[in-house]
């Protein structure tokens, strides 16, 4: 890695700085005051690179209406609230974060809900809320909704995800007719479409629209543009035989960002051009009216806004092989604060944020405290072999994934989670105390 | 899947039946009447099952303080108190493992402490209660620990974990020189040696003993015997060159379980047999006394104890090429409540245990309700087709990294667990509610 006293402007937070005297900085607060104060590991949000990726993406889609924060990547109140005074739209995927949502004052009219495998509690909270769209994953679910709106005497607005064939997958598209996954209902099969008859049939459902998404991690608009290709064939057909025109086309998430200095983010204004460029051109191509394009970014929106600070514990050099060694780096957290690298094998930006580092560089892994070999942060990286016990190391792009699926492995407390903007530091969520962890117990 | 109305004995709790009218019965307790009573997702603990399997492995080796319960594994003040009455000793693996034991009355010095990262305030806490020994891992953490044991006054039992350079790894043992991983110290590179001799000289450590850990899910003696004999080098060295006779040889835990039909556990009592043989066999051909064998099983003692209820929710059969169909099942869980398969592509024993299905064999997936198309739980297996909306379905095997890893993900609520004995059921942990998720709000 060169250059390891850098913040590399791709990968690390808009106002993260590193100070003359070596200290990094968020938003005008080092992150050793964090650290001393609220302890550590310690989640920090920069709540301007939030809002203005929020911004971003509005402006590149038409307006933040058609932006919908999709809620897994990370939800609190807070979250909730940024992102309703934002204007963008919001996506729910389980009933309780529609609960957590509505508890925050978000507008039920501008969130939609996802699943698989919504339960009749969470569709039954939908039409009773007034949620803005649901999006139907399959035949049952349509089936229940129908009745469930139509016993509370409304017509559902919903969209039906449709599995367009077209899949991002570790960097590279692959386009096929069949789509062996949970998610949607296939445009090859027919299903897509019995499922759009039903949905413009039903009493008390109000077809919108389709949805699809084609993965995680996308850099360009090239799937995103087959898969609205694709499905748009749809929109012919459901205008052509139902008469019906639907006015939205929710192409998901899946927007890119670097996680490593040796990535690139997706340039949002660009793919965004090129994708209503590319719905515009189709639909006119086909003579129907263009839908409005909308977007479920998460992790593009939250993920760059946030690092986490871990501190240095011990450090050992093994040898693992006869002329080889690697230094290892233990972090006071671990697989619980960020299951992404064991999970998926995810690579993250690290660095000393307490000083400048100037050693040799060396062949390290950064480990957790976990009693599991595989607790690893980073895997392999060349770092100076300087960085030492009581210093504070910090991951870049942690703010999407990270707390959002935190966990009590080892009975660890989740740490606490804070925001900063303008010089100043406000708690979010705090850490978790023995007593947290007993609660519930009977 | 032959006989799906079956349940393998060696896979499923030890008090696990089917009645004549199909319910799956767990100590006399109906399943259904759980998820009637507690919900779905529900993690059902046989209590029997648990104590006979500690029992089993204080027989196989030579009393129950041979035996240390891993924490990690699953903890609870009901489960700290189940291995205390059994006279079990137990490990932990942090501050908070140690503080929850504490509080469920367990002895401290019936404790061992584990970790590659142990922070000063856990093994200040360790020579504060009178933790019975302390698994050193680093040389950092030697002198950190014989500084604060001398400043208490203190002489604190230690033993030094080692890296043999075997490691059992998805089923195949491998034995090299080095070991390129976070725990311990290298027999190879004279690492072990340098501590145990720092350890020896350390005014306020008392070296009671070397400790190794192969891996995990290991299913017969071989690699256990093999890191034995390389660890007992070592003691042999530390008897003629520094006069010392440790008295404990702690071989950590891996003993395999059978998480599906066609696997077969270790068997305990052979494998204890073997093992036993082999470091007596060994400690008399180096001329020294053989110390005690101690264990650590955690996955091993709870693991099989403990099933978790999901209800299916909705169904669908996907063409996923041109002359195949999977039949997706869905289920109110997912990876919230057991990582493992998308963490480790483990696999699971799935049952309906709500009544009997006989339908056609057909290419399953069992999925879970999160957003995210890796939420997996089953992958593949053929099941009868009628499994369906309202069905209880239950995986076996998951009592360990199980509730233990569990996340809040999508802000699912963490399940409830209890406990069942002779007819009666016992709440061990209440469900989350939405109030939970929202308590470290700021």
Not at 146 to 152: E, S, Y
Not at 190 to 214: D, M, P, S, T
Not at 408 to 416: D, E, G, H, I, K
């Amino acid at each position: 890695m060169s250059d390891f006293n850098g913040l590399p402007p791709h990968v690390w937070p808009r106002n993260a700085t590193r100070q003359e005297d070596g200290v990094v900085t968020l938003a005008g607060v080092p992150l050793p005051d964090i650290a001393e104060e609220y302890g550590t590991p310690v989640f920090i949000v920069d709540e301007d690179d939030f809002r203005t990726r929020c911004r971003d993406m509005a402006a590149a889609f038409g307006g933040p209406a058609n932006v919908h924060y999709a809620s897994k990547a990370f939800l609190t109140r807070t979250i909730a609230r940024w992102v309703d005074e934002e204007e963008l739209n919001l996506d729910v995927a389980s009933e309780n974060e529609l609960s957590v949502a509505l508890r925050a004052g978000f507008p039920a009219e501008r969130i939609t809900a996802h699943g698989n495998n919504k339960t009749p509690s969470f569709l039954r909270a939908c039409v009773r809320e007034g949620v803005g769209h649901v999006v139907l994953d399959n035949h049952g679910e349509l089936e229940l909704l129908d009745l469930i709106a139509r016993g509370a005497g409304k017509a559902q607005p919903v969209l039906i995800r449709v599995t367009p064939g077209v899949e991002a997958h570790t960097n590279e598209m692959i386009a096929t007719a069949h789509e062996d996954q949970k998610f949607g209902l296939s445009l090859a099969d027919g299903a897509a479409w019995a499922a759009a008859e039903a949905a413009v049939r039903a009493e008390n459902l109000e077809l919108i629209g389709l949805h699809c998404h084609i993965g995680s991690q996308v850099f360009d608009a090239v799937g995103f543009s087959l898969a609205a290709e694709r499905v748009l064939g749809l929109y012919k057909r459901i205008h052509d035989e139902l008469g019906v025109r639907l006015p939205k086309l929710d192409l998901g998430g899946g927007y890119g960002i670097a996680y490593t200095a040796d990535q690139r983010p997706l340039d949002v204004l660009s793919v965004a051009g090129e994708l209503l460029s590319a719905v515009s051109r189709t639909a006119e191509e086909m003579g129907i009216e263009a839908p409005t394009v909308l977007v479920e970014p998460g992790r593009a929106i939250v993920g760059p806004s946030t690092v986490t600070v871990y501190e240095v514990g011990f450090t050992k050099t093994i040898s693992v092989s006869d002329d080889a060694f690697r230094r290892y780096v233990a972090v006071d957290g671990g697989m619980s604060d960020n299951i992404r690298p064991a999970l998926y094998q995810a690579e993250y930006d690290g660095r000393v944020v307490n000083r400048f580092v100037d050693g040799v560089e060396t062949a390290t892994r950064i480990v957790g405290s976990h009693c599991e070999s595989g607790d690893i942060l980073i895997n392999d990286e060349l770092y100076p072999d300087d960085i030492t016990t009581g210093d504070l190391f910090a991951t870049a792009n942690t703010g999407a994934y990270g707390y959002a699926m935190a966990s009590n492995y080892n009975l660890f407390s989740r740490p606490a989670v804070v925001s900063v903007r303008a010089g100043e530091v406000t708690p979010m969520l705090r850490r978790e105390t023995v007593e947290d962890l007993l609660h519930l117990e009977a």
